[in-house]
């Protein structure tokens, strides 16, 4: 398979007019990032079907967290499978989790966990394509990941891109055969620094609004005079689209005011974290507020083949502080009914705890966290075996998963795209909805 141009966290393993334009309107125009923005060109609306859910944050574990020492743990297996971490009681009789997640717990009746997800891909690209689209990686052939399809098919509702990445995007996360346009705005940079900006949202070196006006001007003048030629080129459109998405963006006091995490109180900052990830997922609460449709959050170094049980020692209790600040803060504003929160990597870890004190990639049965947008809180899904090898009842597929996230947002799962090639894809192939996970 194409690999994505798109960033990867590290783990394991020619047309004349588009010349003119790279050569000459970027400058004209003072920008350099029109490509970034070109999200805010989609041409198709939803299929008219209300769900719960206007917005997805997808928290990203990249490198597969182990779903044994997380969610699913196993205190009666014997030493070598249920590790050395403990299970906590949560607000919700008869569901427990890993005791270093007892905010989480105290959240759980917000909570579904889906405890028999299962995957055939053992390998990390290839399981996040997977788990990112609802379809088994093909050669040649890029599907587009859950943001994209949303971007496509939801009507914006906001003038900020609706899909971004926090802070940038990674493989699998993009567009597919939908094409650039669809992929994900990049916010870029440490969203816990004093001096943290998103990357060319203001006009470059000082320019003026009136300025930037009068170089949109003359470029759409430039560009009324290659058009006659063009006949309706959908590639002309496209650019023309990209650089109208720039300009609305730039001079868009509401998206300024969006990604500045500087309005948030200290205390709500506090509450978050203030590193990377805690102001990652702040950020992300602040867009889905502003109207954007799908934001994904990348938490990577969940690849655990060595000391596995102090490295999670360290790692999740940031984790549990952010992820249950996140839930908490969208409920008391009445945002978590209408924004799903998942929190997923591409697999679990084994249950043999290997030579290196640490657990290897697992994709036969694993855990991920849903929460909000039409998923019902309080809710343990599906069951492992008693050593957390294989699903012991309800399997969910990712094509379960697919039309169970479609559903929420009132996306017909059952309806197709067309790929340039003029392939037909169903958007989630012979997957159903989780009706257990479903309010």
């Known amino acids: 398979m194409k690999r994505n141009r798109l960033a990867h966290c590290t783990d394991c393993e020619g047309f004349h007019r588009r010349d003119f334009l790279k050569a000459g309107a970027l400058g004209l125009f003072g920008l350099g990032m029109a490509d970034l923005l070109r999200l805010k060109a989609f041409a198709s609306r939803a299929d008219g079907k209300e769900g719960a859910a206007k917005s997805v944050i997808l928290i990203w574990?990249?490198?597969?967290?182990?779903?044994?020492?997380?969610?699913?743990?196993?205190?009666?297996?014997?030493?070598?499978?249920?590790?050395?971490?403990?299970?906590?009681?949560?607000?919700?009789?008869?569901?427990?989790?890993?005791?270093?997640?007892?905010?989480?717990?105290?959240?759980?009746?917000?909570?579904?966990?889906?405890?028999?997800?299962?995957?055939?891909e053992a390998d990390h690209a290839r399981g996040t394509h997977y788990l990112m689209t609802g379809f088994q990686p093909l050669p040649g052939f890029a599907v587009p990941s859950y943001g994209s399809v949303v971007a496509k098919l939801k009507e914006s509702r906001s003038a900020l891109p609706p899909y971004i990445a926090i802070p940038t995007a990674f493989e699998y996360s993009g567009a597919g055969f939908l094409g650039a346009a669809l992929d994900p705005f990049s916010v870029g940079g440490a969203p816990?620094?004093?001096?943290?900006?998103?990357?060319?949202?203001?006009?470059?070196?000082?320019?003026?609004?009136e300025r930037l006006d009068r170089r949109r001007t003359l470029r759409q003048t430039v560009d009324a005079a290659f058009k006659k030629h063009e006949n309706g080129s959908e590639r002309v459109r496209s650019v023309d689209e990209f650089y109208n998405a720039a300009y609305d963006l730039i001079s868009s006091s509401e998206a300024r005011e969006a990604f500045d995490l500087r309005q948030e109180p200290d205390t709500v900052r506090d509450a978050y974290l203030r590193d990377d990830f805690g102001q990652s997922c702040l950020l992300a609460r602040r867009l889905v507020e502003a109207g954007v449709g799908f934001v994904t959050v990348s938490n990577g170094g969940w690849d655990m083949h060595s000391n596995i049980f102090p490295a999670l020692a360290g790692k999740l209790g940031g984790f549990d502080q952010t992820v249950s600040a996140l839930i908490g803060d969208l409920s008391d504003r009445g945002l978590l009914d209408s924004t799903?929160?998942?929190?997923?990597?591409?697999?679990?870890?084994?249950?043999?705890?290997?030579?290196?004190?640490?657990?290897?990639?697992?994709?036969?049965?694993?855990?991920?966290?849903?929460?909000?947008?039409?998923?019902?809180?309080g809710t343990v899904v599906g069951s492992s075996d008693p050593r957390g090898t294989e699903p012991a009842e309800t399997p969910v597929r990712p094509e379960d998963l697919s039309a169970t996230i479609y559903h929420c947002l009132g996306i017909d799962y059952n309806q197709s795209l067309i790929s340039p090639e003029g392939v037909r894809v169903v958007l989630s192939r012979g997957g159903r909805p989780v009706r257990d996970a479903l309010a």
Do not use: Y
């Open 192 to 209: 816990s620094r004093d001096d943290f900006q998103v990357h060319d949202l203001h006009p470059p070196n000082g320019m003026q609004m």
């Open 61 to 120: 574990m990249g490198g597969g967290p182990s779903h044994l020492d997380l969610w699913d743990l196993k205190p009666d297996a014997p030493q070598e499978v249920r590790g050395f971490l403990n299970p906590i009681s949560t607000n919700v009789p008869g569901i427990q989790i890993c005791e270093h997640l007892p905010r989480i717990a105290k959240q759980m009746d917000k909570i579904c966990v889906i405890r028999s997800m299962t995957s055939i």
């Open 340 to 377: 799903l929160v998942i929190a997923m990597g591409e697999f679990g870890r084994t249950p043999v705890i290997n030579r290196d004190a640490g657990r290897d990639h697992h994709p036969k049965v694993f855990s991920i966290m849903m929460a909000g947008g039409g998923i019902r809180g």
